[in-house]
């Protein structure tokens, strides 16, 4: 028998209708073993997700206001679900441990675990499968970070023991204590992969209310074509760009084993979606580019200086100043006698008169300059190594949406072209692009 890893998110674990239609993906393949859940999503478009409002439960519980009814609310909507799909969980007691737990001043992470806990208890018994929990298994130290081969040793230990489970995602605990640790937003997709990795599976699903990833955002482009294969490192080029549907540190556990990650959508299981893997098989694909992502509001700041390329240690000297600054540096695209960084507004925080100070002072340049709201825009896809005048077709298509290139940078690798553009034609240069390639 295989083992294929199921990761169902809060929209397929958010009411009955969407478990009845989670558990019949499940019993459709027996090879579906291992089933990761999230915590019941939103029902409806105004409605709450239980992690929020657990979230919201926990500042009241620090500002020592009251938080029983908001408590209330997800236990009604457990026991209701459960009442409705007939699965027996004692969910009083299992509120009674919580309720006991806060009182006692229990953690925050603690507290936001509780959804997908609660929803791994109602998944396993009306799924008929067994409760295995994260906290066993699952090991941070004490900075947060996943101790990942203890981890992965772990999972194989306990899982070994049961044919079929399910476990909640999101959260592990600080190895060697009982203390709840959860991973950020969204983490529940790591645990389907470290789970993955560690079982050895075939495939990794993961299974959400979209069919996989788009070329573009459908929010800027009409109707943007899906992507049915893409790698892992192209993957991860356009989520570090902006486009979401898999959680960021998602691909390194699954990518590390050489597992494919399948995206499924619970409402469509027909579906193929798009699958994430090492290489793409399909060699004749005349696609040059897979997809399309970018973010908005960067910093450019460009330096200046005659006969900068002679003189040693000038980039180094740039690179400490941002390291001084506490400021990650998006992209350094240099010239002869200039070198230019792209900083995030982010990251500068409202200290960029600062930052050009210390720069002006340290690096007594001849002419230094920034342009704020710039957006940068990544077009990503291996097709693009195997092809020539790919850049000037960008290029071109950008210039015939009369949009001004600010920048243009590409990585040895050849599957990334990123684009400077200023934030204001962000959303039709990403529409030139698509258009040009797609
Ligand atoms: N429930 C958590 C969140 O809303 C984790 C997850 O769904 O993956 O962020």
């Known amino acids: 028998m295989g083992i294929k890893v199921a990761k169902f ?21 027996p090879d579906r073993r291992y089933i990761i859940v999230s915590a019941p999503g939103k029902r409806f478009e105004e409605d ?32 209701s679900t459960a009442v409705n799909l007939g699965a027996d969980v004692d969910f009083a007691k299992e509120f009674d441990v919580i309720k006991q737990n806060m009182a006692e001043g229990c953690t925050k992470d603690y507290v936001a675990s509780r959804g997908e806990y609660l929803s791994a208890k109602l998944i396993a018994a009306y799924l008929g499968y067994d ?23 772990a999972i194989k230990r306990e899982l070994a023991n049961h044919e079929r489970a399910v476990i909640p995602g999101f959260y592990g605990t600080v190895a060697g204590t009982d203390n709840i640790k959860t991973f950020s937003r969204g983490g529940s997709d790591i645990t389907g992969s470290i789970v993955a990795r560690a079982t050895g599976a075939d495939v990794y699903e993961n299974w959400t209310d979209v069919s996989g990833f788009l070329m573009a955002d459908p929010h800027i482009v009409d109707n943007p074509k899906p992507i049915h294969e893409i790698s892992y490192k192209e993957l991860r080029e356009l989520s570090y ?26 409402n469509f299981p027909d579906d193929p979606g798009t699958i994430i893997k090492a290489h793409h098989e399909d060699k004749e694909s005349n696609d040059i580019i897979t997809g399309i992502a970018g973010k908005k509001d960067f ?9 900068m390329a002679r003189e040693k240690g000038y980039a180094r000297r740039i690179l400490g100043i941002l390291d001084d600054f506490d ?3 998006e992209h350094i695209p240099s010239g002869i006698d200039n070198v230019s960084v792209v900083v995030s507004n982010k990251d500068l925080d409202g200290r960029l008169d600062e930052l050009m100070e210390a720069f002006e002072k340290r690096l007594e340049p001849d002419h230094i300059e920034c342009f704020e709201n710039m957006s940068l825009i990544a077009t990503v896809g291996y097709g693009m190594n195997r092809r020539k005048g790919v850049a000037a077709q960008l290029i071109s298509a950008l210039a015939n949406a009369n949009i001004n290139l600010r920048m243009i940078e590409q990585g040895s690798s050849e599957i990334n072209i990123i684009v400077g553009v200023e934030n204001k034609d962000f959303e039709p240069a990403i529409r030139a692009i698509y258009d040009a390639f797609a």
């Open 9 to 29: 998110g809060g929209s397929s674990a958010a009411d009955v209708i969407q478990i009845r239609k989670l558990r019949e993906i499940v019993e459709a393949d």
């Open 241 to 266: 760009m902006g486009a979401s549907v898999l959680h960021e540190d998602a691909i390194h556990p699954a990518r590390i084993a050489n597992i494919p990650i399948n995206i499924r959508n619970t």
């Open 327 to 329: 400021c990650n540096f």
């Open 131 to 153: 409760f295995v929990d994260g906290a066993d298994m699952i090991f941070f130290d004490e900075k947060g970070r996943l101790l990942e081969e203890e981890t992965n040793e």
């Open 299 to 307: 910093t450019v700041i460009g330096i200046y200086k005659n006969m």
């Open 48 to 79: 709450n997700k239980i992690t929020d409002i657990l979230y919201l439960c926990y500042t009241h519980m620090e500002h020592k206001l009251p938080y029983d009814q908001l408590l209330q609310v997800i236990q009604d909507r457990f026991t």
